[in-house]
């Protein structure tokens, strides 16, 4: 761990479980003190203890926040909390997410709509909005926004979120052109990775579900965690605006 590392501070959201938590395990392993945002207190308390007894130097390297990622209010407390605890916030993830109904696009509840987009799109634009302001602007950063395969393919039965995925891609550009020189914006676009939020998708069918991958299996939460710890890193110093599809070779069966 250099002296760099270790000054460095990111903000993740949704980062109590799953893909957050993959992403702030990778983080905390490089040296990064970390502030991971959730709705539940207990799950996000547990978190913290966990990351902060992996932390290279031990607790006081990790923090957290509870609140709806959607919450406006939650947003600017979360930041600042990261700028007092650490001062300063160089890295951003965008991981917070919902996907509240399965079923055909053509019967979706328009309020339902709203929420997804809320949650996954808006919600991200936020935090973007306000750690630029707090720091990236003057200083620098990076960003990753947490997008799916969804959003670059049809997705049967959860178009809403897919429809989510792709406005949040296209956002990952639209920030990425405008924040440049300073702070560079990129994508991730997973498959099914293995954790509670997709559960559905893969739950008593693993192994079939897995055979349509090329790798041979379902993707976990630290594929990801690696992908964005590269993307925020100086290895990807020159990097910016792009959607990186970390898929275990799914999309390599759609040829014709």
């Known amino acids: 761990m250099t002296t760099a590392d270790s000054d460095k ?11 957050g938590y993959g992403v702030a395990e990778a983080l905390v392993a490089r040296g990064h003190r970390v502030c991971i945002t959730g709705r539940g207190e207990d799950a996000l308390t547990a978190a913290v203890e966990a990351l902060g007894a992996a932390a290279p130097d031990g607790a006081g390297r990790v923090i957290g926040v509870a609140g709806k990622a959607h919450d406006e209010a939650h947003q600017a407390v979360a930041v600042e909390r990261v700028m007092e605890a650490f001062g300063r916030v160089d890295f951003l993830v965008n991981n917070a ?15 339902v709509a709203r929420k997804v987009f809320e949650t ?23 960003i990753v926004n947490i997008a799916s395969i969804a959003g670059v393919a049809p997705s049967p039965f959860i178009g809403a979120y897919g429809m989510s995925k792709a406005a949040m891609i296209n956002l990952t550009v639209q920030l990425a052109h405008e924040m440049a020189p300073m702070v560079r914006v990129n994508s991730v676009a ?6 509670k939020f997709a559960a559905s998708l893969y739950e008593g069918r693993e192994e079939e579900a897995a055979a349509a ?7 976990v939460p630290r594929d990801i965690g690696g992908a964005a710890a590269f993307l925020l890193s ?23």
């Open 9 to 19: 501070v990111a903000l993740i959201t949704g980062g109590s479980r799953g893909i």
């Open 97 to 111: 997410g919902t996907n509240p109904v399965f079923g055909p696009i053509a019967e979706l509840d328009l309020g």
């Open 120 to 142: 996954n799109v808006v919600s991200a634009l936020g935090f973007a909005q306000r750690t630029y302001r707090a720091w990236q602007k003057e200083n620098g950063g990076a």
């Open 190 to 195: 997973p498959a099914v990775v293995k954790t």
């Open 213 to 219: 991958y090329p790798l041979g299996r379902l993707g």
């Open 234 to 256: 100086e290895e990807a110093a020159w990097i910016t605006g792009q959607n990186l599809v970390v898929d275990g070779g799914l999309f390599l069966n759609a040829g014709v």
